[in-house]
């Protein structure tokens, strides 16, 4: 059938149509008239996608489930984890989103998928593809290195959790998530033809155990997992009691906090040879590597890693009787192997990942992350330890000075669910109050009279049983928008306290997360704070697209000069 009927039909414009089309979600085939002749599947299939983009969903994510890698339930599932909390602008959508899911089950009846995708070739010859497997997301972006532009991104929920009932265990599927960066892969090549290099980072400090061959023996246990902070006949927890015999910190959820707690309790897999990150699991299992190999920005993550050598602490490890298991091979940055003939760059750790795609100049640079925590990095040549610091690798032979606030975002969350909390007991109901305090927040912040707020509510790394405070309350300044300006002023501190043990900051001011993104007068005030002009990267999920630029310099598709000019910036020009 034609176009024109089948606009009747789907009740979609012939340029909507055509958009669809060019973005390979449908596939047409041309009559002897040459024109278009649309088959009844492909009509049932855009009367499925008009429904999908009812609710709100992104072609983006359309395409994701037209090509298989995101199921029709983790299609809506993210939708409505979206506009939960949304306001009445999007309810509709929302309610859109419950009433699919409660329509279907599985992929059946309306939403059986036929394989009619469409090629996009690739004009540039020069795309580079970077994947962030992070704990709730997986996402991933496309760059065209000659272009230096950002072309397209993708994110979806991760749903490798393995559900327990002891919540201090945080696990997840790393079959699930390699099936996933397969179908994910193969979509991109599938659009656009052919792609130059795979980069691929994400969560650190989390293991996974496998035999000789790569073969996983156990779940990915997370760096949310809280096993290794329970205490042990000492009194001490694990990770204590590792800390105390290697004279140093390390964390539970740590890999080798976890690997001291599963050795001490038996629940080593039987069999496994290799412990290594779920990153270096799937460069391993997509290029067929005989062995594990790692960068030294995911091993350090494991502590018991001599920073300035590059390498593990083999003496300490081996002292601690954890020479028990092998560990993947640090490599430099390099091409570790082929997935479909597509070079693979060696696995690297989200933190440097996003640096690296955040900084259009490294010296004197500083970028600041506001997610549910915060943290600060700065670029160094020098491997120098300062107090209140965490020295971490970092790309190309530098080095990453790192501060990490336990807080940071969660702090405005707290205050969001304290006044949602407010309007529900008052029968208002519960809704997302951030529009609001956002409003209060740009009314209030040139009032220099705001509540004093120290926000490490979570502790901090240094002082795990630090609480926060609110001081220098009045009459005056004892109001709700006095109060909003006063926390985002505190979680500016937290981050602006660690800047000044920095040696050059007299670089790049860089900010990222949603907390950023979404909250001018945030960004206001961290510009006020640290006293210079703050950049927001216009680059969508920064994490995958350095690492696609960082997979293009170990690929000699760009060097590093060409790779930092695809970093813009929102606000430029201002």
Known sequence: MQIKEVEKLTSLTAKAIRLYEERGLISVTR?????????????????????????????????????????????LAKRKHEIRNANDNVRKQYALCEKLLSACDGEVGV???????????????????????????ISASAVDTEGHVQ??????????RIPSGDESIREQDPEYIYDKIVKLIDSIMHKYGS?????????????VYTDANGSALSPLITWQDRRSEKPTASGKSYAEELSCMCNERISGGFGFATHYMMTKTGMLPAGAVYMMSVMDYLLMRLCALTEPVTHASVAASFG???????????DRISAAGLGNIRLPKVVNERICGHYRGIPVAVAIGDNQAGVFGALACEDGGILLNYGTGSQINAVTDRPEKIEGLELRPYLF????QNGSALCGGRAYALLESFFGSYTEACGIGRSSQYEVMNKLAALTVDDCDCPRVDTRFCGSRECPEARGSISG??????TPGKLIVG??????????????????????????????????????IIADRFGKKLFIPAADEETAFGTALFAAVCAAVADITEAKQCISYQNEEE
């Open 397 to 400: 032979g530098k080095f990453l």
């Open 304 to 314: 018991l890693f001599d920073v300035v050598g590059g390498n593990y602490s083999y």
């Open 473 to 478: 309350i009045s009459e005056e300044n004892f």
């Open 31 to 75: 009559g002897q008239n040459t024109y278009r002749d649309y088959s009844p599947e492909t009509v049932e299939k855009l009367r499925r996608i008009r429904l999908l983009r009812g609710a709100g969903i992104s072609l983006s994510d359309i395409s994701l489930w037209s090509d298989g890698v995101i199921t029709l339930r983790e299609i």
């Open 195 to 207: 792609v130059s290099v795979i980069g691929i980072a994400g969560q650190m400090h989390g293991i």
């Open 111 to 137: 939403f059986d998928e036929s394989d009619d995708r469409a090629v996009t070739p690739d004009k540039t010859g020069r795309i580079a593809v970077g994947i962030d497997i992070g704990t709730t997301t």
């Open 487 to 524: 926390v985002l002023r505190g979680m500016a501190d937290e981050l602006a306290d660690m800047a000044e043990k920095l040696p050059e900051t007299n670089g790049l001011l860089v900010a990222s997360g949603n907390a950023v993104r979404k909250n001018p007068t945030f960004r206001r």
């Open 151 to 160: 072309i397209e991104t993708w994110n979806f929920l991760n749903g490798g």
